[in-house]
């Protein structure tokens, strides 16, 4: 069911519309998708090898369930099935800065609005099957690129008139204008600015890179209180600058000084330090550049943290770089990893006949609560995809089909119901708005009152995915994202 017809039925995006008789259907109440979890089954550290995960099989036609290891999955899937992997990649998202009055902040990147957009690989894109290229409009630039050979073609999205725009979250008070700095002993060096606060907590930022010339020579203006003005010079080539600013600064306030010179081109470049005398947070270089994505991502491999999981009451530490991150992750984008990939293993994936690949990059929202006593009234988080046409033709088939996670199940049933190879995902699966095409699910286990648990639902009913939980939770499964997984044929 595509098109058209998928919405004159009744399935839209966001679920079923009901009537009056089913209003008390019970698969609607958020407070019936609960269960009970002891904390020491929440697993804080991954399996080694990965697929020495336990795996929980339960066969929907006969009801039986049996309990073996992940390395073991080949002997329970029915032959000649096809794999769907999400392929995406965990980026490191988490940054520890500071704004300019000193106030420490932690910002969690959530995506880049219109990166994607110009690329073929990320937002905002409707193409559908068949289409070979697309003109993409955001904000009044037009940019356009190709489905089917992946070349990325260049646009104005990223000129300095139009900055790449990000859409994260920050802990700390900010408000539009507020610059933020996020430390680092590297070149160059990360700022942001804050540009819109978004009515769903989330705050639109553009990020600039911070490059100080050893070569050059900073004049400037300190200013002390009001009145008193004092002239200096800061050398960068000196090592101990950034260290020890207060010899070069003796006053005992915020100093601020910014200074605007031509290049050869004619452009405005400028100068800036900010000094603040709480710690030792003397920045000093030159605004060069706005960042796009991919200039970002240079700069976040090596400051930015791996977002793990809240749940993981921990700090991330070198193994997650590894272990939070699937073995065949290729594409740049995540800030969560789709978690039953985490237990593939090469050997694993060398004994499937049939492995296929798609993109959905997740997002912070895959951690945002449902609050809403009637789950259909929670707005779901929507999410990039991008179907490969090879991928794409398995789905259009008749071949059985086994999704390798719940975002898989959303990508595929998405592009399943709309025709559309990528765009937004916003689709809502639950007991009342079941998958039309997965045939089988390889899932970890979820949070209680959870979308990821609801989508579970879908496949095998409400009442007895609680009971497959509380089967789990009797035989020491370990949960959520580091946790085991579950196999449903």
Same mark, same amino acid.
């Given at each position: 069911?595509?098109?058209?017809?998928?919405?004159?039925?009744?399935?839209?995006?966001?679920?079923?519309?009901?009537?009056?008789?089913?209003?008390?259907?019970?698969?609607?109440?958020?407070?019936? &998708?609960?269960?009970?979890?002891?904390?020491?089954?929440?697993?804080? &550290?991954?399996?080694?090898?990965?697929?020495?995960?336990?795996?929980?099989? &339960?066969?929907?036609?006969?009801?039986?369930?049996?309990?073996?290891?992940?390395?073991?999955?080949?002997?329970?899937?029915?032959?000649?099935?096809?794999?769907?992997?999400?392929?995406?990649?965990?980026?490191?998202?988490?940054?520890?800065?500071?704004?300019?009055?000193?106030?420490?902040?932690?910002?969690?990147?959530?995506?880049?609005?219109?990166?994607?957009?110009?690329?073929?690989?990320?937002?905002?894109?409707?193409?559908?099957?068949?289409?070979?290229?697309?003109?993409?409009?955001?904000?009044?630039?037009?940019?356009?690129?190709?489905?089917?050979?992946?070349?990325?073609?260049?646009?104005?999205?990223?000129?300095?008139?139009?900055?790449?725009?990000?859409?994260?979250?920050?802990?700390?008070?900010?408000?539009?204008?507020?610059?933020?700095?996020? !430390?680092?002993?590297?070149?160059?060096?990360?700022?942001?600015? %804050?540009?819109?606060? $978004?009515?769903?907590?989330?705050?639109?930022?553009?990020?600039?890179? =911070?490059?100080?010339?050893?070569?050059?020579?900073?004049?400037? =203006?300190?200013?002390?209180?009001?009145?008193?003005?004092?002239?200096?010079?800061? @050398?960068?080539?000196?090592?101990?600058?950034?260290?020890?600013?207060?010899?070069?600064?003796?006053?005992?306030?915020?100093?601020?000084?910014?200074?605007?010179?031509?290049?050869?081109?004619?452009?405005?470049?400028?100068?800036?330090?900010?000094?603040?005398?709480?710690?030792? #947070?003397?920045?000093?270089?030159?605004?060069?550049?706005?960042?796009?994505?991919?200039?970002?991502?240079?700069? $976040?491999?090596?400051?930015?943290?791996?977002?793990?999981?809240?749940?993981?009451?921990?700090?991330? @530490?070198? #193994?997650?770089?590894?272990?939070?991150?699937?073995?065949?992750?290729?594409?740049?984008?995540?800030?969560?990893?789709?978690?039953?990939?985490?237990?593939?293993?090469?050997?694993?994936?060398?004994?499937?006949?049939?492995?296929?690949?798609?993109?959905?990059?997740?997002?912070?929202?895959?951690?945002? !609560?449902?609050?809403?006593?009637?789950?259909?009234?929670?707005?779901?988080?929507?999410?990039?995809?991008? =179907?490969?046409?090879?991928?794409?033709? =398995?789905? @259009?088939?008749?071949?059985?089909?086994?999704? %390798?996670?719940?975002? #898989?199940?959303?990508?595929?049933?998405?592009?399943?119901?709309?025709?559309?190879?990528?765009?937004?995902?916003?689709?809502?699966?639950?007991?009342?708005?079941?998958?039309?095409?997965?045939?089988?699910?390889?899932?970890?286990?979820?949070?209680?009152?959870?979308?990821?648990?609801?989508?579970?639902?879908?496949?095998?009913?409400?009442?007895?995915?609680?009971?497959?939980?509380?089967?789990?939770?009797?035989?020491?499964?370990?949960?959520?994202?580091?946790?085991?997984?579950?196999?449903?044929?």
């Amino acid at each position: 069911m595509k098109g058209t017809e998928f919405f004159k039925n009744g399935g839209g995006i966001k679920g079923k519309e009901i009537g009056k008789r089913e209003q008390s259907n019970p698969d609607l109440f958020l407070s019936n &998708y609960n269960y009970y979890l002891p904390p020491e089954l929440i697993a804080k &550290y991954p399996v080694e090898p990965r697929d020495s995960a336990r795996l929980l099989v &339960y066969n929907r036609k006969n009801g039986e369930v049996k309990h073996t290891t992940f390395k073991n999955l080949l002997q329970f899937v029915p032959p000649e099935v096809h794999f769907i992997f999400n392929n995406t990649k965990v980026i490191k998202a988490r940054l520890w800065g500071q704004k300019e009055s000193g106030g420490k902040v932690e910002l969690l990147l959530n995506r880049p609005v219109a990166h994607f957009l110009e690329t073929g690989n990320g937002t905002g894109s409707t193409m559908e099957k068949g289409t070979k290229r697309e003109t993409l409009e955001v904000d009044g630039i037009k940019g356009v690129h190709s489905q089917l050979t992946g070349k990325k073609v260049r646009s104005r999205l990223h000129s300095a008139e139009k900055p790449t725009q990000f859409e994260v979250y920050i802990r700390g008070r900010v408000k539009v204008g507020t610059k933020l700095y996020f !430390p680092s002993l590297k070149k160059p060096y990360l700022g942001a600015e %804050v540009v819109e606060l $978004l009515s769903d907590g989330t705050r639109i930022v553009h990020f600039f890179k =911070i490059s100080d010339n050893p070569n050059l020579q900073i004049k400037g =203006i300190a200013q002390k209180g009001i009145a008193q003005k004092e002239s200096f010079t800061i @050398d960068p080539s000196n090592s101990d600058f950034l260290n020890n600013s207060n010899q070069f600064l003796q006053n005992r306030e915020s100093l601020k000084g910014r200074e605007y010179q031509k290049n050869g081109k004619g452009s405005e470049l400028q100068n800036f330090f900010s000094h603040s005398p709480n710690g030792n #947070s003397l920045k000093i270089g030159r605004l060069n550049s706005y960042l796009d994505f991919e200039g970002l991502l240079g700069i $976040l491999d090596q400051i930015g943290e791996v977002p793990i999981p809240p749940y993981l009451n921990r700090k991330p @530490d070198k #193994s997650d770089e590894v272990h939070y991150q699937a073995i065949f992750a290729s594409q740049a984008g995540a800030v969560a990893a789709p978690t039953a990939s985490l237990h593939f293993t090469s050997r694993l994936m060398k004994q499937i006949q049939n492995s296929h690949f798609l993109t959905l990059h997740v997002g912070a929202g895959t951690f945002k !609560p449902v609050e809403s006593p009637n789950i259909l009234n929670h707005q779901i988080h929507s999410e990039y995809y991008q =179907i490969p046409l090879e991928t794409a033709k =398995i789905i @259009d088939s008749k071949k059985p089909i086994v999704a %390798v996670g719940t975002t #898989s199940v959303r990508a595929i049933e998405y592009y399943y119901r709309t025709g559309k190879l990528t765009g937004e995902c916003n689709l809502f699966l639950h007991p009342l708005n079941p998958p039309q095409r997965v045939d089988h699910l390889i899932t970890n286990f979820h949070l209680p009152k959870s979308t990821l648990l609801m989508l579970v639902s879908a496949f095998v009913g409400r009442e007895r995915c609680l009971e497959l939980y509380r089967e789990a939770v009797k035989e020491g499964y370990r949960f959520y994202s580091y946790g085991d997984g579950m196999l449903i044929i």
